[in-house]
């Protein structure tokens, strides 16, 4: 089972699939509550863009929680492990949702597999992680410029995915993609939505050894990820590990950016085919 990231959906999951089908692994990509064919994506954000109408376009994220999407996940847990093991993965964002499933379901869960994503160990959440050293080699924060709107006011961060400035889209491209090729870095903008519930990145994701604990689980480390640099994702695998010194983290390392692992779909199946149970 496949779970995305923030502003994204199942449809990143598309090149990871095809390789895990030919490997002969069934899989299921998820869409978190408001992702997929539910989002949103108002007529102000289209081109032309009114940026000014769209600053102040009610979300319909607002309000949606980190335990929507763990109760959205645990029910979908439920109905695919009465077919075989599961193997629950996240990216990015899509960890703390994972981390909550194992909380809830762990005897359900078979495997957790992090790609550089948030498993929060001694702090709340990946807001809370940012203010940390460990982050500071991210290049997320400055583009600010990207957001539209105000965010208290909205429940939601809003990012232009749609802009034309060439320095926001090259500032964007060097946070998350730096490696593939623009035309890469452009289909891949072209799937993202633009909003992301700020109750989901706020919320309490912290894991508990006693449940989330006793499950197997897997990092895979992106070394060239400057959205949630090196730094911060050896810290959270350091962290689960004095958790729970006696059920480590299995690492995997590619040399790869955050999103630029979907262009290595190959080698990221051929990791997932060895962890199969």
């Not at 995305?4 to 490997?23: D, T, V």
């Given at each position: 089972?496949?779970?995305h990231?923030?502003g994204?959906?199942?449809?990143?999951?598309?090149?990871?699939q095809?390789?895990?089908a030919l490997?002969?692994?069934?899989?299921f990509?998820?869409d978190?509550?408001g992702?997929?064919?539910d989002?949103?994506?108002?007529?102000?954000y289209?081109?032309?863009?009114?940026?000014?109408a769209?600053?102040?376009?009610?979300?319909?994220?607002?309000?949606?929680s980190?335990?929507d999407?763990?109760?959205?996940v645990?029910?979908?847990?439920?109905r695919?492990?009465?077919?075989?093991?599961?193997?629950?993965?996240?990216?990015?964002?899509?960890?703390?949702?994972i981390?909550?499933?194992?909380n809830?379901?762990?005897?359900l869960?078979?495997?957790l597999?992090?790609?550089?994503?948030?498993?929060?160990?001694e702090?709340?959440n990946?807001i809370?992680?940012?203010?940390r050293p460990?982050?500071s080699?991210s290049l997320?924060?400055?583009?600010?410029?990207?957001?539209?709107g105000?965010p208290v006011q909205?429940?939601v961060?809003r990012a232009?995915?749609?802009t034309?400035?060439p320095?926001?889209?090259?500032?964007?491209?060097?946070?998350i993609m730096?490696?593939?090729?623009?035309?890469q870095?452009h289909?891949f903008?072209n799937?993202?939505?633009?909003?992301e519930s700020?109750a989901?990145?706020?919320?309490?994701?912290?894991v508990?050894?006693?449940?989330w604990?006793?499950?197997?689980?897997?990092?895979?480390?992106?070394?060239?990820?400057?959205?949630?640099?090196?730094a911060m994702?050896?810290r959270?695998?350091?962290e689960?590990?004095a958790l729970?010194?006696?059920?480590?983290?299995?690492?995997h390392?590619l040399?790869?950016?955050?999103?630029g692992?979907l262009?290595?779909?190959a080698e990221?199946?051929?990791?997932?085919d060895?962890?199969?149970?």
């Amino acid at each position: 089972m496949l779970v995305h990231g923030s502003g994204s959906s199942s449809f990143m999951w598309a090149p990871i699939q095809r390789e895990l089908a030919l490997l002969g692994h069934r899989s299921f990509a998820v869409d978190l509550p408001g992702h997929g064919l539910d989002a949103q994506y108002p007529v102000a954000y289209q081109a032309p863009q009114d940026l000014s109408a769209w600053a102040n376009e009610p979300s319909t994220l607002a309000g949606v929680s980190l335990q929507d999407n763990v109760d959205m996940v645990v029910d979908v847990v439920r109905r695919v492990a009465g077919h075989g093991p599961v193997v629950l993965v996240g990216a990015s964002l899509g960890g703390t949702t994972i981390s909550g499933v194992g909380n809830t379901v762990p005897d359900l869960v078979d495997r957790l597999v992090y790609i550089s994503a948030w498993s929060c160990v001694e702090l709340a959440n990946p807001i809370e992680y940012m203010q940390r050293p460990e982050f500071s080699a991210s290049l997320l924060p400055p583009l600010a410029a990207l957001n539209v709107g105000d965010p208290v006011q909205l429940g939601v961060g809003r990012a232009n995915y749609r802009t034309a400035d060439p320095a926001l889209l090259a500032g964007l491209k060097a946070a998350i993609m730096a490696d593939g090729t623009d035309q890469q870095f452009h289909a891949f903008l072209n799937i993202l939505q633009p909003d992301e519930s700020i109750a989901v990145m706020m919320s309490d994701a912290r894991v508990h050894a006693g449940t989330w604990g006793t499950i197997a689980r897997t990092y895979i480390r992106l070394t060239g990820d400057r959205s949630l640099p090196i730094a911060m994702q050896d810290r959270l695998i350091t962290e689960a590990d004095a958790l729970t010194p006696d059920n480590p983290y299995d690492v995997h390392t590619l040399d790869t950016t955050h999103a630029g692992f979907l262009f290595r779909a190959a080698e990221v199946a051929a990791i997932l085919d060895g962890l199969a149970v």
